[in-house]
């Protein structure tokens, strides 16, 4: 049986140019779109200023890349409240999708019916979250506009507002790989279309400036204090900016066929995670050196064949020595004809945003015919091998490839090539014989829970029936006015295994991300943890959440909104979205595919279909997806606005899933459906329908683990798609709590386990949550003895 009910899972030819660009819509603190900016670059130009949306009086750094936004919108769908409430990064995102999607005449009428919305950011909608945390924790706060801004603040309706602005139908995808994340945005897209997924794919990365962020590379010490100078032998440090970058990509077949204008090609995409540090890259960039060499392996290209590399070029004392040293070892001998620049000098460093921008810059130097220059620089540093170009000038371009590196260790290429380019550029491809998996199988299961540490507990509190014990988190005493104290539903502390909290990377890691590593270390089993460390197997990490790592984010909020200037540079990495990723994956020694996404429930089956994907591609031998969300005041407070009907839980879980076959040992994944789009909360039931409808016929006798929490649409959905259910009927939040991304990843160890202990032969999970999409996924125990939990 197909490995989804969504699309065939036949994996087409690697066709030379099969994934092509068609739109492009691109805003920063040069301008607003294509023109401008292509405009500013050519010519050099430097768009640094002071910052005026907050107080900057008291940081060591001033000036920044800040957007003059235009005084209107572009003509949208979105209702006077929405545009209200919107905040910088989602005006910014509306201005780049509709240059996009007018350039590539796109409209609703004509979207492909296997559309999807693919963002990267590294912030999101932060400036929501600090006006919340500060009105919370006034002494005469009141709660006008809170639930608005928690609502907005989840950074899944950002892709949500994009679709309405633009009367789109589709699915949408955040991936928070911190500066990574705009790359990797694209990417995804990439393989979206290169895997058959998709014929076409809108996909932009995005972040806007930001107090709190602000204040987090000051305290780190990473901002310049005079101006940023990318390779120079005196940089010292680097500016910050913000702004957007959208663009439509398709298949070739699909772009032609509607007439289409072909901006260029995304040749080949590589990406790598670097276990060495939280915030530092290894000084001789071997991440970075694997993700260039797999993109141009994907590419078919050789280094010598890249004209131009719009390299990463923060200007911090590591990032440009590390990035110089792969570069060098990545182009060998070839290296000094290859022509290097970095544009953050100009704009600034766009963090979420930043690969996609510089993408798009890429696009603009093979377009319009010229080099992009380094700003501000006097003295190239020694290690810079290649030709460092400090000054714009006119070149003929056809091939070029963007290097995007993040916190957490995340490191991402993309290679683009002109759409007229002669496909004699390329080299023949590398065919590595690969071809789909005929079936996938879960073969490793983790949990903790309120329950306890471990499946067992979890297990035993649903099979006992009855609603866990309920803790109350008490606000401190700022917050105390406005506050009483929440229901939650915790995991047990301490922490069972001594020696894993004890890592160097876990020691002082928040919560969520020592829940995630017991969940895998227990899905993995001692076998395959010792594989997978000693690199023998292949792995992968997709991470879900929705709130990351609350706890320490609230504190450096709290520290940020008193003083800026005393915020801690030890709590602001841990603040960031893949951070707990970026632990699980050092301390497992990952160093391939990582990726964090951003969402609840329905999100964590959305990333078994990228578990899916990467393994059809050949990328990894199996690979970990885990859900973990953690408790504090402030999420819990921000959650019981929501309503959601039982109290928030907290917790991880994780599945192993690897290629299936005769003999596979484990759980299989007969259909996976994830492409129903949730537009609001009337479209609920429409979409939880149609993802079971797209399922197929299914046993009326199979155990059903559903995502009803007492949340009165999604339960009324959920209830009308699946009515009268003769089989038994498991309903996991009712007991353990709701707990977001941790929700879909509990239902799915609920149902495995069931399938493994033979109490059933097939399972359905469902979720609708509060999330963008309806998901429903079809499990089958095979015929063999279960593989070690």
């Known amino acids: 049986m197909p490995v989804t009910a969504d699309h065939s899972p036949s994996f087409p030819a690697r066709t030379a140019g099969e994934v092509v660009i068609t739109g492009v819509g691109i805003i920063t603190a040069m301008g607003c779109g294509w023109e401008a900016n292509a405009a500013g670059f050519r010519v050099g130009r430097v768009a640094l ?49 509709s240059e996009a999607l007018v350039r590539a005449k796109v409209t609703a009428a004509m979207a492909p019916a296997t559309l ?42 950002q892709g949500g507002l994009l679709a309405r602005a633009f009367d789109l139908v589709a699915p949408t995808t955040v991936i928070s790989n911190a500066c990574a994340s705009g790359a990797n945005a694209l990417g995804h897209a990439y393989h979206l279309i290169r895997g058959g997924r998709s014929e076409m794919v809108i996909v932009g990365g995005y972040d806007a400036l930001c107090q709190m962020v602000y204040a987090g590379f000051d305290s780190l010490r990473a901002l310049s204090r005079t101006r940023p100078k990318p390779f120079d032998a005196a940089r010292d440090g680097l500016a910050l900016g913000e702004g957007a970058a959208v663009f439509v990509l398709e298949r070739r077949a699909h772009a032609l066929a509607r007439g289409a204008e072909i901006i260029a090609t995304v040749a080949g995409y590589g990406v790598a995670t670097d276990c060495h540090h939280l915030t530092q890259p290894h000084p001789a960039g071997l991440a970075a050196l694997q993700s260039m060499r797999m993109a141009c392996h994907e590419a078919g290209l ?9 390299s990463h070029g ?40 930043a690969g996609a921008v510089e993408a798009a810059i890429c696009l603009m130097a093979m377009t319009d015919g010229f080099l992009p220059a380094t700003a501000h620089v006097t003295t190239p540093d020694p290690c810079c091998t290649f030709e460092l170009v400090t000054r714009p000038r006119p070149a003929t371009l056809h091939t070029t490839l963007s290097n995007s590196f993040g916190f957490g260790g995340s490191n991402a290429s993309l290679i683009f090539q002109r759409g007229d380019a002669n496909d004699a550029h390329r080299l023949p491809r590398q065919d590595d014989g690969h071809r789909p998996s005929r079936s996938l199988t879960i073969t490793g299961i983790g949990a903790v829970s309120p329950a306890g540490w471990g499946v067992a507990a979890l297990v035993a509190a649903l099979a006992a029936g009855h609603p866990l014990l309920e803790t109350w988190l008490t606000p401190p005493a700022a917050a105390a006015n406005n506050l009483c104290p929440h229901r939650v539903r915790a995991v047990p502390r301490p922490v069972p295994d001594r020696a894993m909290a004890g890592h160097p990377r876990l020691r002082r890691a928040t ?83 990582c990726t964090s996404l951003v969402g609840d429930s329905a999100q964590f089956l959305a990333a078994i279909d990228l578990a899916a994907l990467w393994l059809d591609l050949g990328h990894i031998d199996l690979c970990l997806v885990v859900g973990a969300e953690e408790n504090d005041w402030l999420a819990a407070a921000a959650i019981a606005l929501l309503k959601l009907g039982v109290p928030a839980a907290e917790g991880a879980a994780c599945l192993v899933i690897e290629p299936g076959g005769p003999g596979t040992a484990g759980v299989a994944i007969e259909a996976l459906t994830t492409r129903h789009p949730i537009a609001g909360f009337a479209q609920r039931q429409q979409a939880a329908a149609a993802a079971r409808a797209a399922l197929g016929a299914i046993n009326p006798a199979a155990l059903l683990v559903d995502d009803r929490c007492g949340h009165p649409a999604s339960d009324a959905a959920t209830a009308r798609a699946w009515p009268e259910w003769s089989g038994p009927r498991w309903s996991p939040a009712t007991i353990l709590g709701h707990g977001l991304s941790a929700a879909g990843a509990w239902q799915c160890v609920a149902a495995c386990h069931s399938l493994r202990s033979g109490a059933a032969t097939e399972a359905i999970v469902v979720s609708t949550g509060i999330s963008q999409r309806a998901c429903a996924l079809h499990l089958r125990q095979h015929d063999c003895q279960p593989a070690e939990a």
Request: glycine fraction near 12%.
């Open 314 to 353: 923060t200007g911090t004392l590591l990032n440009d020595p590390a990035e110089a040293a792969a570069i060098a070892a990545w182009a060998g001998a070839a290296v000094s004809g290859i022509a290097v620049s970095s544009t953050k000098g100009a704009i600034g460093h766009l963090l979420g945003g």
């Open 302 to 310: 050789e280094p010598r064949q890249i004209q131009y590399l719009n």
């Open 511 to 593: 919560p969520v991300a020592l829940f995630a590593a017991a969940a895998a270390l227990e899905a993995l089993g001692p076998a395959r943890v010792a594989a997978v460390q000693a690199g023998t197997l292949r792995a992968g990490l997709i991470y879900t959440l929705l709130n990351g790592g609350v706890s320490y984010c609230g504190r450096f909020c709290g520290e940020v909104l008193a003083n800026p200037a005393t915020a801690s540079p030890i709590l602001f990495p841990e603040t960031v979205f893949n951070a707990p990723a970026s632990h699980l994956a050092a301390y497992l020694g990952i160093g391939g595919p």
């Open 49 to 97: 200023r002071p910052v005026t949306v907050f107080d900057v009086s008291r940081q060591v750094a001033q000036i920044a890349g800040e957007v003059a936004l235009p005084a209107t919108l572009p003509a949208n769908r979105l209702s006077r409240g929405q545009l209200r409430r919107m905040e910088r990064g989602g005006k910014m995102l509306l201005h780049a999708a």
């Open 116 to 157: 999807e919305i693919v963002l990267g950011t590294s912030v999101g909608a932060m400036t929501h979250g600090e006006e919340f945390y500060r009105q919370i924790t006034q002494a005469t706060g009141s709660r006008r506009g809170q639930v608005a801004r928690v609502i907005e603040y989840l950074i899944p309706q």
